[in-house]
Protein backbone atom coordinates (compact mmCIF):
# COMPACT_ATOMS: atom_id res chain seq x y z
CA UNK A 1 0.00 0.00 0.00
CA UNK A 2 1.37 3.25 -1.12
CA UNK A 3 2.74 5.95 1.73
CA UNK A 4 -0.01 8.31 0.69
CA UNK A 5 -3.14 5.95 1.15
CA UNK A 6 -2.38 4.77 4.41
CA UNK A 7 -2.00 8.54 5.84
CA UNK A 8 -5.18 9.13 4.21
CA UNK A 9 -6.77 5.89 5.55
CA UNK A 10 -4.81 6.82 9.42
CA UNK A 11 -5.85 10.29 9.30
CA UNK A 12 -9.69 9.07 8.41
CA UNK A 13 -9.74 6.61 11.35
CA UNK A 14 -8.63 8.58 13.82
CA UNK A 15 -10.58 11.39 12.99
CA UNK A 16 -13.68 9.57 12.90
CA UNK A 17 -13.07 7.09 15.84
CA UNK A 18 -11.08 9.07 18.74
CA UNK A 19 -12.49 12.64 17.81
CA UNK A 20 -15.73 11.38 18.47
CA UNK A 21 -14.95 8.84 21.26
CA UNK A 22 -13.00 11.20 23.00
CA UNK A 23 -15.40 14.50 22.47
CA UNK A 24 -18.48 12.00 23.22
CA UNK A 25 -17.76 8.87 24.73
CA UNK A 26 -15.18 8.95 27.37
CA UNK A 27 -15.36 12.80 28.27
CA UNK A 28 -17.90 12.75 31.91
CA UNK A 29 -18.14 8.61 31.65
CA UNK A 30 -16.01 8.84 35.11
CA UNK A 31 -13.89 6.50 34.09
CA UNK A 32 -10.74 8.30 34.49
CA UNK A 33 -8.81 5.00 33.55
CA UNK A 34 -10.21 5.24 29.96
CA UNK A 35 -9.82 8.91 29.78
CA UNK A 36 -5.50 8.91 30.59
CA UNK A 37 -5.12 5.95 28.49
CA UNK A 38 -7.14 7.54 25.63
CA UNK A 39 -5.48 10.99 26.23
CA UNK A 40 -2.20 8.65 26.58
CA UNK A 41 -2.42 7.44 22.70
CA UNK A 42 -3.26 10.95 21.39
CA UNK A 43 -0.28 12.22 22.94
CA UNK A 44 2.00 9.27 21.47
CA UNK A 45 0.59 9.78 18.21
CA UNK A 46 4.03 11.33 16.26
CA UNK A 47 3.49 13.78 13.53
CA UNK A 48 6.55 13.91 12.31
CA UNK A 49 6.74 10.38 11.35
CA UNK A 50 2.89 10.14 9.97
CA UNK A 51 1.34 13.23 9.62
CA UNK A 52 -1.99 13.43 10.81
CA UNK A 53 -4.69 15.86 8.93
CA UNK A 54 -8.36 15.79 10.87
CA UNK A 55 -11.17 17.09 8.11
CA UNK A 56 -14.47 17.63 10.00
CA UNK A 57 -17.43 19.39 8.47
CA UNK A 58 -19.20 22.12 10.10
CA UNK A 59 -22.76 20.83 10.09
CA UNK A 60 -21.11 17.44 11.33
CA UNK A 61 -23.24 16.84 14.12
CA UNK A 62 -22.26 13.01 14.69
CA UNK A 63 -18.07 14.52 15.32
CA UNK A 64 -18.75 17.89 15.49
CA UNK A 65 -16.25 20.54 15.36
CA UNK A 66 -15.78 20.88 18.25
CA UNK A 67 -14.93 17.45 18.97
CA UNK A 68 -12.21 16.94 16.87
CA UNK A 69 -10.57 20.53 17.50
CA UNK A 70 -10.81 19.04 21.39
CA UNK A 71 -9.01 16.12 20.32
CA UNK A 72 -6.45 18.16 18.32
CA UNK A 73 -5.66 19.94 21.45
CA UNK A 74 -3.53 16.60 22.81
CA UNK A 75 -2.08 15.73 19.22
CA UNK A 76 0.99 17.60 19.02
CA UNK A 77 1.40 18.74 15.30
CA UNK A 78 -1.84 17.88 14.05
CA UNK A 79 -3.40 19.77 11.01
CA UNK A 80 -7.55 20.50 11.39
CA UNK A 81 -9.38 21.97 9.04
CA UNK A 82 -13.21 22.72 9.66
CA UNK A 83 -14.77 22.32 6.08
CA UNK A 84 -16.84 24.82 5.42
CA UNK A 85 -20.72 23.83 3.66
CA UNK A 86 -20.57 20.23 4.50
CA UNK A 87 -21.44 17.79 7.22
CA UNK A 88 -20.50 14.13 7.94
CA UNK A 89 -20.63 12.91 4.72
CA UNK A 90 -18.44 15.54 2.00
CA UNK A 91 -17.64 13.59 -0.36
CA UNK A 92 -21.46 12.46 -1.14
CA UNK A 93 -23.28 16.24 0.01
CA UNK A 94 -21.07 18.26 -1.94
CA UNK A 95 -18.25 16.65 -4.06
CA UNK A 96 -16.32 19.78 -5.45
CA UNK A 97 -16.34 21.62 -2.17
CA UNK A 98 -14.53 18.45 -0.36
CA UNK A 99 -12.22 18.14 -3.26
CA UNK A 100 -11.43 22.10 -2.29
CA UNK A 101 -10.35 20.34 0.83
CA UNK A 102 -9.13 16.80 0.85
CA UNK A 103 -6.54 17.96 -2.38
CA UNK A 104 -3.97 20.01 -0.69
CA UNK A 105 -3.98 17.33 1.94
CA UNK A 106 -3.15 14.76 -1.04
CA UNK A 107 -0.91 16.89 -1.97
CA UNK A 108 1.01 17.06 1.03
CA UNK A 109 1.17 13.40 1.58
CA UNK A 110 2.03 12.28 -2.07
Not at 8 to 28: D, N, P, Q, T, Y
Amino acid sequence: MRKATLLVIVAVLVAAFSACHFGRGVKGSGNLKTEKRDLAAFKAIDTTVCPLYLLTGEYDFSCTPEDTLRTAGHIPGVEVTIMKEVGHFPMSENPAKFREYILPVLQKIS
